[in-house]
């Protein structure tokens, strides 16, 4: 979407932005003061896109207010003016300018010595609050496109809501443009709508950019789709049946370290990942080659080729074969040919860092301990317990240009994209992503969705990648995943809106 600012505009951007590292600068302790505003500044002129390029210096010939209250008086109205501008036009950029703002708030907290002291903190609170006024309501559900409503959207996202989730936060763009939205809460117990376009763990949606990266080793010439995995990771001692093609479809058989579900109903359980004992233990480290000699000391589901069966340790086993390959770590990989020619800059594999960037909506647990219901607030967790299989961290935005990106042909040579999207007989997976039959007139879509505690993630894409569909819900999870059902009833009415009729047989 194009934006046009006029330089009031620009001025208006840069006071606030500005404005908000001199306001917590005055807020820190005077033997601080000028370390926060360094840092601060910093992390502005680090920005990038439309953002980056208007707050790269900072406004000259503006006078400041001297005191605290008067900084507050003039910085905080200019934050949600700054919001309102930019949101009129290009919702992608207020969240690019919001989400800039507060890492600037941020990095000027960290400036300090020590704790931010309570000031800092409250004038960061303020500073947030002040970005977030020019929000929608969040029990009406926010949503704008270039001065278009879609009301068939904000229904169905107030349907999440309904239906027992915290928050939804969605991105849509087709024929007509880009829409998005948010309904519900960022935050237990707060009014703030989730951002929308803020961070949330991906989960099993991680997946597709593993298995894409394999593939661009294929063309690369570094590896076959159908040499034995062994000879790649020898360290294992993995089945020489096992191709690099079967552990991307789910077809070697080996055994899910988050555990097995077999069709007689019996769980061969893996390693914790629900449950108090879970939560718990939800900052733990594992490597993950102890992932996977965990998975291969257990018994093979199946025999090499011969059946299909969901396993995250497929996935860690593919991201080990590319550290392999390549020499470098699968962050560097992902950046070297994902992250930086897309232009990607929300998108991380945190390995076992527990923070995930702000802006964000939270994510929760629920568990009974001692005869009563106890909720957690785990959105800090530290990921390694599922590594590869689904760790990765990104937004509505990062998500859509990447699935935009592989289904348009940006990623992949047509040959390979081809054997990416060949599905698998018994359940329509092909190499990282789900082929999708919508029936009557409405073509096929490509998908993988994630869940991790507390956290679903939704992406979508017409074979041509000119109608994605991405969002994030943010909800209360418990062992018995008591909103699955729910999930799935309001999850086709989403995609029935937005896929039904000729849009999807593009």
């Given amino acids: 979407m194009s934006i046009t600012l006029t330089d009031q505009d620009k001025l208006t951007l840069r006071v606030a932005a500005w404005g908000a590292v001199s306001l917590m600068s005055a807020a820190g302790a005077a033997s601080s003061a000028h370390r926060a505003g360094t840092e601060g500044s910093i992390a502005l002129t680090s920005a990038t896109g439309l953002v980056g390029h208007v707050l790269s210096k900072a406004p000259k010939g503006v006078k400041y207010g001297k005191t605290v209250a008067e900084l507050a008086d003039q910085v905080l109205p200019a934050l949600t003016a700054s919001m309102s501008l930019l949101g009129e036009q ?8 919001r989400r800039t703002v507060l890492v600037a708030v941020e990095a000027a907290g960290r400036g300090q010595k020590g704790e931010p002291s309570p000031t800092m903190a409250e004038m960061a609170r303020k500073i947030g609050a002040a970005l977030d006024a020019a929000s929608a309501t969040p029990a009406e559900g926010s949503g704008t496109l270039a001065g278009q409503d879609r009301p068939e959207l904000r229904k169905v996202l107030q349907e999440f809501v309904d239906a027992g989730f915290a928050g939804i936060q969605l991105r849509l763009r087709d024929e007509r443009g880009e829409w998005v939205g948010s309904a519900g809460v960022r935050e237990l117990g707060q009014d703030a709508a989730p951002p929308t376009n803020g961070s949330f763990r991906i989960g099993s949606a991680t997946k597709t950019f593993v298995a894409t990266l394999v593939l661009q080793l294929v063309a690369e010439g570094k590896v076959g789709l159908d040499d034995p995995a062994a000879d790649h990771l020898p360290e294992f001692g993995l089945d020489r049946r096992i191709t690099v093609r079967m552990l991307l479809q789910h077809t ?91 232009g990607m800059s929300d998108t991380m594999a945190p390995g076992t860092s527990t923070e995930i960037p702000e802006p964000h909506a939270h994510s929760y647990y629920r568990y009974e301990e001692d005869g009563q219901d106890r909720t957690v607030d785990i959105t800090r967790q530290n990921p390694s317990w599922i590594s590869a299989g689904g760790d990765l961290i990104s937004t509505t935005q990062d998500l859509a240009t990447f699935f935009s990106a592989l289904n348009g042909g940006k990623l992949l040579p047509a040959p390979l994209l081809a054997e990416m999207r060949d599905p698998h007989p018994k359940i329509g997976y092909g190499l990282g992503v789900f082929a999708q039959d919508l029936g009557q007139d409405s073509g096929t879509v490509y998908h993988h969705n994630g869940g991790i505690a507390g956290y679903g993630t939704l992406m979508y894409s017409t074979p041509d990648g000119g109608t994605t569909l991405t969002a994030s819900v943010n909800y209360v999870d418990d062992a018995a995943m008591s909103l699955a059902g729910e999930f799935q009833t309001v999850l086709v009415k989403l995609i029935d809106q937005v896929f039904a009729g000729e849009q999807a047989g593009r």
Avoid: H
């Avoid at 290009?90 to 300018?97: R, S, T």
């Avoid at 061969?268 to 480290?285: C, H, L, M, S, Y």
């Avoid at 589901?301 to 590319?322: C, K």
């Fill in 252 to 342: 070697s058989g080996v055994f899910n370290f988050t555990g097995e579900y077999y069709e007689d109903g019996t769980i061969a359980p893996g390693i914790p990942w629900a449950g108090q004992e879970w939560v718990d233990n939800r900052f733990k480290t594992y490597a993950p080659e102890e992932l996977v000699r965990f998975a291969l000391a257990k018994p093979a589901r199946f025999e090499p080729g011969t059946d299909w069966s969901y396993a995250n340790t497929n996935y860690v086993l593919a991201r080990l074969l590319i550290e392999k390959v390549t020499g470098r770590s699968f962050a560097e990989e992902l950046q070297r040919l994902i992250l930086g020619p897309l």
């Fill in 90 to 97: 290009d919702p992608a950029e207020a969240d690019n300018f």
